[in-house]
């Protein structure tokens, strides 16, 4: 695995799904869906990439980013400090104490409906995550450099670059494959 490289196993940026930070939530449900229905890949699309005005990647919104959207009040929870939570149930807090916060908070006290219907109209720039220094690795890096992030920084994703420009996408369900041929050989 040392000798692979990164760039032999990602996802072209050309291949992946992209959708502008001025464009809407309902828009990215629509590109991602699209993209899953895509067969090219034995595995389906879990976010889309964002770009600015430039054209350069500047986030991505995941299927979590999309269902943490439709309930504004999560963050109130989650992240009222603007920092990324890596879930409140990691902490040891008891189920009953996590459905108490729903009721307290009144999470989700309005149909599915209303809640996408609201939230449809939300610009991506407001719902995207921002990827952290730790999600990016070089198209040259060898596998096992990626491997190391994906392991270290509990990511299900990283974003290839070359130049510091992001070229593709590496997912950790494609790094699985790639082990599990490695196992059939």
């Known amino acids: 695995m040392k000798d692979k490289k990164v760039k032999e196993i990602m996802i072209a940026l ?40 430039n054209k350069k990647i500047v986030g991505k919104v995941s299927i979590r980013c999309i269902l943490q959207s439709l309930e504004p009040k999560y963050c109130q929870i989650q992240n009222p400090d603007g920092h990324e939570n890596i879930g409140l149930s990691r902490f040891g807090f008891s189920d009953d104490f996590l459905n108490s916060m729903v009721k307290n908070f009144c999470l989700w006290d ?3 409906e209303e809640l996408v219907k609201h939230a449809s109209k939300l610009k991506v720039k407001n719902i995207m995550y921002t990827p952290t220094n730790g999600e990016y690795v070089d198209e040259e890096a060898s596998v ?28 950790l369900v494609d790094m699985f494959e790639l082990v599990s041929k490695a196992l059939e050989k």
């Open 14 to 53: 050309s291949d992946y799904a992209t959708v502008s930070e001025e464009d809407t939530l309902a828009s990215v449900i629509r590109t991602l869906k699209k993209a899953r229905e895509d067969k090219k890949y034995a595995h389906k699309h879990r976010a889309v990439l964002v770009y600015d005005k």
């Open 110 to 112: 309005e149909s599915l």
């Open 144 to 171: 096992a450099e990626a491997v190391h992030q994906f392991i270290l920084g509990c990511h299900q994703s990283l974003l290839v670059t070359k130049d510091k420009k992001v070229t593709g996408v590496l997912r």
